[in-house]
């Protein structure tokens, strides 16, 4: 930034510009959320595998709203978005989109870990 904008940045000093909290609501895109760890599965004594390798812990939408409550002085949150991940590569029939229990397991899911988070 200093080599496109050079002395047409304002200088700051510290303390002059707080960017922390300063929005006025968070807007969630959510599907799932997935924390890195640093050789986490090897120390619990887990085999890698390959559902392990990546050794990543996923987190649920409870803990992503706790964690944005705790850290951002609770601000209003807007899910913008959310969805399953549809393995299924080909064009299933419409009668088996209709009863797709796993979508809607999902949602029921995602649905009562948003009153949970609430609460």
């Known amino acids: 930034m200093l080599l496109s904008v050079g002395n047409r940045l304002p200088k700051f000093e510290n303390g002059d510009i707080t960017l922390k909290c300063s929005f006025d609501f968070i807007g ?23 559902t392990t390798d990546s050794d990543v812990e996923f987190r649920g939408i409870r803990k992503i709203l706790r964690y944005i409550k705790d850290n951002y002085s609770n601000p209003p949150i807007f899910i913008i978005e959310n969805g399953f991940d549809d393995m299924n590569a080909g064009f299933p029939l419409l009668d088996d989109n209709v009863a797709d229990n796993d979508k ?16």
Request: aromatic content about 10%.
């Open 28 to 50: 969630l895109n959510y599907c799932t959320a997935k924390n890195v760890t640093s050789g986490k599965n090897g120390k619990n004594g887990k085999n890698y595998s390959y």
């Open 104 to 119: 809607i397991k999902y949602h029921e899911d995602h649905l009562d870990n948003l009153c949970k988070a609430i609460k």
